[in-house]
């Protein structure tokens, strides 16, 4: 490799520690643009990718940009306990 190309960070998984490092974003499929039912299932599994990247990772970001603000169950399970983990420096291990 020459010395201009970087490496991607290399993932590691969490433990009792440390948290998990690295955690890939996921990537919304073009597929799951679409109004099919193909496109439907193709998002419903990006979605689920990243919920578990949020629960590994802490970071809800990504999430509260596809998640609606009266969705009681994604702000209460998910974003909210990763963003409270996140400020106090608790983690899961796992999604």
């Known amino acids: ?12 998984e ?3 520690k440390g948290p998990e490092k690295n955690v890939p974003l996921p990537r919304m499929p073009n597929e799951a643009k679409n109004f099919t039912e193909k496109g439907a299932s193709s998002f419903v599994e990006y979605y689920f990718g990243l919920l578990n990247y949020t629960i590994e990772s802490n970071d ?3 999430v509260k940009r596809l998640s609606s603000e009266g969705c009681q169950l994604c702000n209460r399970s998910i974003i909210d ?3 409270n ?3 106090s420096g608790e983690w899961q291990v796992g999604g």
């Open 1 to 12: 490799m020459s010395p201009s190309a970087s490496a991607s960070p290399v993932y590691q």
């Open 14 to 16: 969490g433990s009792s």
């Open 60 to 62: 809800a970001n990504a």
């Open 81 to 83: 306990e990763a963003e």
């Open 85 to 87: 983990a996140k400020k």
